[in-house]
């Protein structure tokens, strides 16, 4: 197994859910890590539960000249980006009719268009170095499609094929990329739901399989994966 000490990692959406529970994670391994978000007051909360060296960036996913200055800010900060973590996403849930063509746009321009150059910044970094690891949150709903997320399910089915032509040009440069689906995690995004929250998946959960995967030996990497609750029951 790899160590992951003193590497640098980027992770966006840093102020909640799986993108705090990983950064706290990584830290716990050794990690310098940056986050980003929209929230200052936020990603100082998640700031001060890191136990390493750490920086925040208030970055919209929306704003390209956003993601530029906190790929900048990270890289003038520690030297060096190691492992970013898209994880910044926002879902939108409604029938396929009552859709409205602004959400539909606002979640790609999140979720896929925000993930696309967020990539393109960093990963010049990384061929650089010829050495890095993307890990890209996709979802179940990149998988399977369903009833009231028609368009969620559609930014997330562009996320796989967004990720999986990326790695195919990138592995000649030693960059793995992993996409990661979990099915319904306990966090903000998902809501109240009629399960039991002990048996859904825990943001720690996701970020638990994002670390043991980064520690796989270099010469090797997990594609994709699928990320269930053993017995999810409702309340
Ligand atoms: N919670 C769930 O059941 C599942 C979530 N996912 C994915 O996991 C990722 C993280 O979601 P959760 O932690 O569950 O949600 P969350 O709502 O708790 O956290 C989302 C994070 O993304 C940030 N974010 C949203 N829009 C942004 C923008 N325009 N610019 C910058 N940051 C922005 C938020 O501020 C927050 O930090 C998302 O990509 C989501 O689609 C995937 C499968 C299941
Ligand atoms: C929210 C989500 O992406 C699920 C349940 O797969």
């Given at each position: 197994m790899e160590h992951l000490t003193d590497k640098v990692a980027l992770v966006t959406g840093?102020?909640?859910g799986i993108g705090r529970a990983t950064a706290i994670a990584l830290a716990a391994e050794g990690v310098k890590v940056a986050i980003t978000g929209r929230h200052f007051d936020s990603l100082q909360e998640t700031i001060e539960l890191l136990e390493t060296e750490a920086t925040a960036v208030v970055c919209d996913m929306q704003q390209a000249e956003d993601i530029e200055a906190a790929v900048a800010h990270t890289i003038e900060t520690f030297?060096?980006?190691?492992i970013l973590v898209n994880n910044a996403g926002i879902m939108k849930t409604a029938s396929f009719m009552e859709t409205s063509l602004e959400d539909l746009r606002e979640m790609f321009e999140t979720n896929v268009f925000g993930m696309f150059q967020m990539m393109q910044q960093v990963i010049p970094h990384m061929i650089d170095r010829q050495s890095g690891d993307v890990v890209n949150i996709a979802s179940m709903s990149a998988v399977n499609s369903s009833p009231q997320t028609a368009a969620y399910s559609a930014t997330k089915f562009a996320v796989t094929g967004l990720t999986e032509g990326m790695m195919r040009e990138m592995r000649q440069h030693n960059i793995r990329t992993f996409t990661i689906n979990p099915s319904a995690v306990l966090t903000d995004l998902i809501?109240?739901?009629?399960?039991?929250p002990e048996t859904m998946i825990h943001p720690e959960d996701i970020a638990d399989v994002i670390v043991s995967q980064l520690k796989l030996?270099?010469?090797?990497?997990?594609?994709t994966n699928q990320i269930w609750a053993t017995n999810p029951v409702q309340k």
């Open positions: 840093g102020s909640r030297g060096q980006i190691d809501g109240e739901t009629s399960l039991d030996n270099r010469r090797t990497f997990i594609k």
